[in-house]
């Protein structure tokens, strides 16, 4: 598995501005190729570790692939599944590898680093989810609005006056 130092000296494939969250794509691959090596490892020593490499790399695997497949989107809606999904898959892989820490199975440090950084990217990745509800609520907010305002004002009256009869609780 690579190191702190060689995992910082390696070269990044990412756009200089993080346009389009090229940031948290590039950490979820970087993430999926340290679980790999740390995988690696783990293989090699037999045992629980060996039993645990086909889910961990999957999970993992799958958090950068959903990832970048959030990217290609067609919808808002798609948007935000494949995010939830690739979430998921980020939580489990950040449980398992909380059970190697907790267990001592694998390199410590490099154990505890990977546990630090799924704990991190299920964070940002909750966040971009609300962030992206929020905006797509205000986005409809705003429609609702622009649609009322291009109706007629009898049109909105008879709209208003509707919704408020509807909701009128009768005298009892």
């Given at each position: ?9 390696t070269?990044?494939q ?19 190729c340290?679980v ?8 090699a ?16 695997l ?5 990832r970048?497949?959030?990217?290609a989107a067609?919808?808002?809606n ?12 980020c939580?489990e ?13 694998g390199?410590a440090?490099?154990v ?5 950084e799924?704990?991190e ?36 009256r008879d709209?208003?006056?509707s919704?408020?009869s509807?909701?009128?609780t009768p005298?009892s």
């Open positions: 598995m690579l190191g702190m130092a060689a995992v910082a000296s070269v990044k990412q756009h200089p501005t993080y346009e389009d969250g090229q940031d948290i794509r590039d950490r979820s691959f970087e993430y999926a340290r790999v090596g740390l995988c690696e490892q783990l293989d020593g037999g045992r629980i570790g060996r039993l645990m490499v086909p889910q961990i790399l999957s999970c993992s799958s958090f950068a692939a959903m970048e497949g959030a990217r067609e919808t808002d798609d948007f935000i599944s494949k995010c939830g999904i690739g979430l998921k898959e939580r892989s950040w449980t398992r590898l909380r059970v190697c820490e907790r267990r001592r199975i390199p440090d490099d505890k680093a990977l546990v630090q799924g704990s990217l299920v964070a940002i990745v909750t966040a971009i989810i609300r962030n992206k509800k929020r905006n797509v609520a205000a986005k409809r907010a705003s429609e609702e609005v622009a649609r009322a305002a291009k109706k007629s004002p009898r049109d909105a709209t208003a006056s919704t408020h509807k909701f009128q005298n």
